[in-house]
């Protein structure tokens, strides 16, 4: 049994609009063993929508190149965490000392991810074992996705996006204050 933290629909960027979704939205929960779920849900033609084939559960680089799905956590101070979430099963995690600066691998266990794929939702699951996210239980969170088209388009998705092109690492996108958690 998980224990919903915060259910949010992402703003698709208004320059870049979407053909393939009406909608993106994210789940985050944490089941009784402290583990946690983030659930992605795009809905509308998941089938014009770039899926990356199976890929080795490592952490891999450039995620963000196609479809993707992310998490920005804010840790104290500027610093914060990119993790990259793939359809293919590849992830990534970064950690970064001030915007866009001071990158560099953050060691994290594998997530189980999950996808499904039917003819109007696309869902991505990831499960990640109990204090294996770099969140310190106080930082905001951002919550994105990159979704590239079959006809070569991509948009680009947010909880909130700041003035001009997209920026996912701003922190105007870390819009999501989860409440503290019980054992924190």
Known sequence: MS?????????????????????????ISQGDDMSWEVAFAAVGKPGEIVVPGAAPRVHTDELWKTTCFELFIGRAGDSYAELNLSPSG??????????RTGMRKIDLPAPDLALEVGNERLTLTARFPEDSLPWD?????????????????????????????????????FALALAPLGGA
Request: proline share 6%; charged share 20%.
């Open 3 to 27: 224990r919903v933290l915060a259910t949010r629909v992402l703003a698709c960027h208004p320059d870049t609009p979407c053909q393939a979704l009406a909608a993106l939205g994210a789940q």
């Open 137 to 173: 239980y106080n930082g905001r969170i951002g919550i994105s996705a990159v979704i590239e088209e079959k006809s070569g388009a991509k948009s680009y998705w947010a909880l909130v996006h700041p003035a001009g092109k997209p920026d996912f690492h701003h922190r105007d996108c």
């Open 90 to 99: 590849a992830f990534a995690a970064y950690h970064f000392d001030h915007y």
